[in-house]
């Protein structure tokens, strides 16, 4: 499929729709290979505009309990790195989706950062999350990413002191991702009070698409999101969807094909 720019066409698409866009995350490979890409191929056909893959680390230090036990699940189904590059080729033969990795830095400097960007632009990735990587150190990849057409994104913590925004944002590419809670990764009960303020903070310094993910969980809490940014990250919900029906492919697939139906509907258009 042509690679073009699908980032950046998914939210033109969405702005002109005045909605904001759905990223759903889940584990490569969790809890195997085949069942991941029909997990993926659930997900594009209920409603997800971008697919965030997490790559299977050992250490996920930035993970909640759900998200490390999808990677622990998946590393033990045997996934390696290639098998994660394989599994995007998969998804490329029947949806022209804009692809994420959420990964850290070492999966990629181990591999070589220029042969690892490379490989993953060949396969169909559009953009690199990298967790453990602060702008300071990632003029490499972010040199690697720019020869390659790869989208950098860069996080926003509710602890970055306003002063950094403007040398977070310089550096990235595609949207910047806003955390919506200090922690880890996992399901919340409620959002953060001064969510709208600081994503206009944000702005402020960027005319990226910002985008807002950790602890997103509730069709209300979706929609709170998607009123005051250009992206709603939901990921811990949906693998659960996989944890509670390891076994029976059949059931993760209904599962996370409802969750993801009843999760969208409240992005499909801004208040």
Known sequence: ??????????????????????IGYVCACDP?????????????????????????????????MTNQLAAQRALESGCT???????????????????VFYTYYNLIYS????KYVSKAKEVGVDGMLTLDLPPEESTELV?????????????????????RIPIIVKQASGFVYYVSREGVTG???????????????????????????????????????????DGVVVGSVLVNCISENLGN????????????RLLTTEVLEKV
């Open 32 to 64: 195997d290979f085949d069942t991941s890409l029909e997990v993926c191929r659930s997900l594009i056909n209920n409603g997800v505009d971008i697919l965030e893959l997490g790559v299977p680390f050992s250490d996920p230090l930035a993970d909640g």
């Open 187 to 229: 399901v919340r009960n409620d959002l953060a009070g001064d969510l709208d303020q600081r994503v206009k903070e944000i702005r402020r310094h960027t005319d990226l698409p910002v985008v807002v993910g950790f602890g997103i969980s509730t069709p209300e809490q979706v929609k709170g999101v998607a009123a005051c940014s």
């Open 143 to 163: 040199e690697s990413c720019q020869k390659y057409g790869m989208k950098n994104i860069f996080i926003v913590a509710p602890t970055t002191p306003v002063s």
């Open 81 to 99: 790195g290639e098998d994660v590059f394989k599994l995007v080729g998969a998804i490329r033969e029947f949806s022209n989706i804009p692809i």
């Open 111 to 114: 591999q070589g950062i220029d």
């Open 1 to 22: 499929m042509e690679t073009n720019d699908r980032i950046a066409e998914l939210f033109s698409t969405c702005k002109d729709a005045n909605r904001a866009a759905f």
């Open 249 to 260: 492919r059949d059931s993760i697939l209904e599962n996370i094909g409802m969750k993801s």
